[in-house]
């Protein structure tokens, strides 16, 4: 996802099949943004392309632009053995590290509501659950150095349970979390340590704040204030149809990747549609309007760690702060991201594109 806030403007990627690296001649591009036609067959071009080199059976693609949605358009198929093309509306898509967003918003919610504080040792809390992360004197553990992946909780695998094809092995987040202990790697603010189980942590203290599993109030705090009605930790039987498979591909073809469960659900556990990200970015792209408290929602749009800030990356409560070299001359262009979301504040007709996964060539960074 591309959230541009200078012409407030934000695109959500989705593929099925990881991209192959790749190279294109870099194109100027105009102020497709005013363009509908000359927009769609801008990105009908870049994607189909990129798809066939990299052998993608299907992807979405969704643009924002303020409040509207001026592309969300689905390409491929979802399921080649079913020949079910992707529908942007009703595709089912896993989005991984993406979900991390979810589980900020999750937390701010409660926080405005007064059922958290970002700013309180979340230890005790964990402690009265049962969960010991470490002795007194390691220092406080707070859900914005979670959230900042600054609390230096360490990630692992637990094999078969971590991540499974079997559904039967996931585990709910307390037990899990037992099972990892020791988590704290150093103390808080030493480092950045990107950690799903950091993440997963700050989850299981929004759950037993609200006394809800975390995959149901993340539905109450953020799916349903948000109508995303095609967003789901847990697919229904109804929706299982909708999933798009995975697909691995060789000199024997496409090859189905078996879907897969985890046991850290704050941190990757969402799947998704184009058109319930466009609701997303919209939330996002109007400064959460109506959504959060003001003071809520600095913490999620401004920095709020860094290692050294000379060093460009900083991290908000919910997405990474990116400050890139000089390109050519020109100042230095912020993002923001978290798992697969940039932030970009140079308007899209001043940009170049060259990239279709995130690197950072030019102005514009896409997955």
């Not at 390409?75 to 896993?94: E, M, N």
């Not at 950045?192 to 950091?198: A, E, F, K, Q, W």
């Not at 184009?274 to 920095?303: F, N, W």
Request: overall charge positive.
């Amino acid at each position: 996802m591309i959230i541009n806030r200078g012409i407030h403007c934000s695109i959500a990627l989705l593929i099925s099949a990881a991209l192959a690296h790749a190279s294109e001649p870099v194109q100027p591009v105009t102020n497709l943004l005013n363009d509908p036609a000359a927009l769609e067959a801008f990105v009908d071009h870049l994607v189909t392309n990129r798809m066939q080199d990299a052998h993608i059976p299907g992807a979405v693609v969704t643009i924002v632009k303020d409040d509207k949605v001026l592309l969300n358009k689905g390409y491929g198929f979802a399921d080649l053995a079913q020949h079910t093309a992707v529908d942007p509306d009703k595709t089912l898509f896993r989005i991984a590290s993406v979900s991390k967003v979810f589980n900020a918003m999750t937390i701010m919610r409660l926080a405005d509501a007064g059922l958290l504080d970002v700013n309180e040792d979340v230890r005790p809390r964990l402690a009265a659950a049962g969960l010991e992360l470490d002795s007194p004197e390691r220092g406080p553990i707070t859900l914005k150095a979670l959230l900042t992946h600054s609390a230096g909780i360490r990630d692992l695998d637990v094999p078969g349970v971590t991540s499974t094809t079997n559904l039967e092995n996931v585990l709910r987040l307390g037990p899990y979390l037992q099972k990892c202990l020791p988590l704290r790697w150093q103390n808080s603010g030493e480092t950045m340590l990107y950690t799903d189980h950091g993440i997963s942590l700050a989850g299981y203290v929004a759950e037993l704040a609200s006394k809800t599993r975390f995959d149901e109030i993340a539905r109450q705090q953020v799916l349903l204030p948000l109508g995303m009605n095609h967003t789901f930790y847990n697919v229904p039987e109804a929706q299982q149809t909708n999933l798009a498979v995975a697909y691995s591909y060789a000199d024997t073809g496409y090859k189905p990747i078996p879907a897969f469960y985890c046991s850290v659900t704050p941190a990757v556990g969402v799947l998704t549609t184009g058109g319930d990200m466009a609701r997303l970015m919209i939330c996002h792209l109007s400064g959460c309007k109506d959504y959060l408290k003001p003071q809520t929602v600095k913490l999620m749009h401004e920095p709020q760690f860094a290692e050294d800030a000379r060093l460009g990356l900083q991290c908000t409560c919910g997405f990474f702060y990116l400050t890139p070299p000089r390109v050519g001359g020109s100042l230095p262009v912020p993002f923001r991201w978290l798992g697969r979301v940039w932030k970009l504040r140079k308007p899209l007709h001043e940009s170049r594109h060259r990239s279709f996964r995130g690197q950072k060539r030019g102005w514009m960074a896409a997955v």
